[in-house]
């Protein structure tokens, strides 16, 4: 009987844990019932982070432009067919998101790169492909990789208007890994651990 009362002690315990989660959760989620809430929870949000991509919409005739943001605490998604460019697209997106927003200290922020396909040493010649926004080679991946193998020095590359677009690329590139602001890596976490990390990453930290 003791082992009995214990195991349900134990269920009591979870069963609060529980309800002050779900608490908890709703206190961060709920949908203001007034106005004045409304408004608040707003001003609270910010507009979030600025992208540099701008879309246009027809409205009564009219094109109205407006610049894609990644809105704050949320999970957004990027969604296509494959070989419809979400990858490069994320690519300029995270470079964008360094280069247009600071944070309130005068920083930029600091994005992280997450993949589940390929290791770090494999993104980075195709993000620097990215920043160098130009035509290389034949194959600018492929290229930027052997060069990065070889101490980037761009030597592949006879223009030299284009070789010193490239190396200023490989240049930002190691400036901002360097700092801290991006970051690539491997991802081979769950669902459940990667969200909790993404949690963590809103934890306050005094060196941020």
């Known amino acids: 009987m003791v082992a009995e009362n214990d195991e349900v002690d134990e269920i009591y315990d979870q069963l609060a844990e529980l ?5 908890e959760l709703y206190d961060d989620f709920y949908i ?13 949000q910010g507009g979030g982070l600025k992208t ?5 919409k027809e409205q009564r005739g009219r094109v109205i432009k407006r610049e894609f943001k990644i809105p704050p605490k949320q999970i957004t998604v990027i969604a296509a067919a494959s070989g419809h460019g979400k990858t490069t697209f994320c690519y300029n997106l995270a470079l964008r ?16 790169y997450l993949s589940y396909e390929e290791p770090a040493h494999n993104i980075t ?9 130009v035509n290389l080679a034949d194959d600018n991946r492929q290229a930027i990789a052997e060069d990065i193998a070889n101490g980037g020095t761009g030597a ?10 490239y ?34 990453l809103y934890k306050p930290r005094s060196r941020w």
Do not use: H, W
Not at 52 to 56: C, K, R, T
Not at 97 to 112: M, T
Not at 156 to 165: E, M, S, T, Y
């Open 52 to 56: 540099g991509y701008i879309m246009g």
């Open 167 to 200: 190396t200023a690329a490989v240049k930002e590139f190691y400036d901002m890994a360097n700092a801290g602001t991006l970051t690539v890596k491997y991802c081979d976490l769950d669902a459940a651990d990667l969200c909790g990390l993404i949690q963590d």
């Open 32 to 44: 203001p019932s007034t106005l004045a809430g409304t408004a608040a929870a707003l001003r609270n």
């Open 19 to 23: 309800e002050t989660l779900g608490n």
């Open 97 to 112: 998101l360094i280069r247009e927003n600071k944070r309130p200290d005068g920083n930029p922020p600091k994005v992280v």
């Open 156 to 165: 592949f590359i006879d223009n030299p208007q284009l070789r010193g677009i």
């Open 125 to 133: 010649p195709k993000i620097i492909n990215a920043m160098a926004g």
